[in-house]
């Protein structure tokens, strides 16, 4: 896949299938993570990778947190498609751009925080640290590596979304996930096969005008 291709054609994906990933594809694009821009080669990323077991523990971990508001996996599948008919209907009565899940309503809001801490059931759960004696660059670095992990993943086949809502509950992610004292968590991504069927995962890209947002000073 080209580059500039895969910049402009990756987006975030909010339903996927069950099919596993295989692991050797895992470390692949993990590698890709691991070859990221970071300030004086700090490489200040750590990357916790969940699958299987581990995964199902942290998710399951992650929806007890959040208390008794937290939906079965029937009422999530249920709302899920609820939320994926009504993204259906507003891209048939409004323009595709301004249609997104957070000017849905209620229901919408409650999918983007009960999925992404499912991470949105994909088979693979991604948790970034960092130690602490990190500083100066490090975010940035990281940022680039995340970037990566996408990238690399869209140019496989595979769909991600990059998910901050997850360290709503860094106490139960560090116990589950055995991280040391000494890292702080920064981000995560969930990974997996879209399902290009689901009306959720068919919404546009809005951007803000070129113009607005770039200036390049030529003289």
């Known amino acids: 896949m080209d580059t ?7 987006r975030s994906i909010r339903k996927y299938l069950k099919e596993p990933v295989p692991k050797a594809l895992v470390e692949k694009i993990m590698t890709a993570a691991t070859w990221a821009p970071s300030g004086g080669n700090s490489q200040p990323w750590r990357f916790y990778v969940t699958m299987g ?24 599948d249920e709302m899920a498609e609820r939320v994926g008919k009504a993204v259906s209907e507003g891209l048939k009565q409004s323009d595709p751009a301004d249609v997104s899940l957070l000017k849905l309503g209620k ?32 975010s ?6 995340v970037q990566n992990v996408l990238l690399a993943a869209h140019a496989e086949g595979l769909a991600t979304c990059w998910l901050g809502m997850p360290l709503r509950y860094k106490d139960e ?10 890292e702080v968590l920064i981000t995560s991504i969930c990974l997996g096969y879209p399902d290009k069927e689901s ?20 003289e």
């Open 4 to 10: 500039h291709e895969a910049l402009l054609n990756r």
């Open 53 to 76: 077991a581990k995964r199902d523990e942290l998710i399951q971990a992650l929806i007890e947190a959040t208390g008794p508001d937290a939906p079965s996996v029937e009422a999530y």
């Open 107 to 138: 229901e919408a809001a409650e999918l983007v925080r009960f999925g992404s801490i499912r991470f949105y059931q994909a088979p693979v759960a991604i948790i970034v640290a960092t130690p602490k004696t990190m500083g100066g660059s490090s």
């Open 140 to 145: 940035q670095s990281i940022g680039a590596a």
């Open 173 to 182: 992610i560090i116990e589950v996930l055995g991280i040391p004292e000494d």
């Open 199 to 218: 009306s959720i995962n068919k919404m546009v890209r809005a951007r803000v005008p070129y113009e607005e947002t770039v200036q390049i000073f030529s």
